[in-house]
């Protein structure tokens, strides 16, 4: 895989609640799993699943306050299993001091 993609976005996913006997994965209170677009290793995928659409509203400037919330990019969510709840940071990265975007994105070319 050649990935060629540089991010603008960096997400951190925190577990808020939540005891690893009640969770298939084993996830527990403060396990932190930080990603910029795939699923992170050894996080729950149904879960990611639901992160993912919000990550999209994020990513075309959006913000989370539409849903409720009261910070733009935190937001509070419950994992599919009922027992586990999770906090959802967006971070803006590969940007200057105005929030522009400078990351370089090339695309390998062709064989």
């Known amino acids: 895989m050649k990935k060629w993609m540089a991010e603008d976005w960096q997400f951190e996913v925190t577990v808020t609640d939540g005891f690893a006997e009640d969770c298939r994965l084993g996830l527990e209170k403060g396990d932190k799993f930080t990603f910029e677009y795939g699923c992170p290793a050894d996080f729950c995928p149904r879960a990611m ?3 993912f659409t919000w990550c999209e509203v994020i990513r075309c400037g ?3 306050t539409h849903r409720g ?3 733009k990019y935190e937001m509070d969510l419950a994992c599919p299993c009922p027992h586990i709840r999770l906090h959802l ?3 803006p990265i590969h940007r200057d001091e105005n929030g522009i975007y400078i990351g370089k ?3 390998p070319k062709a064989n």
């Open 49 to 51: 699943a639901e992160i």
């Open 69 to 71: 919330c009261r910070e």
């Open 62 to 64: 959006g913000g989370f």
């Open 105 to 107: 994105s090339v695309r």
């Open 89 to 91: 940071t967006a971070k």
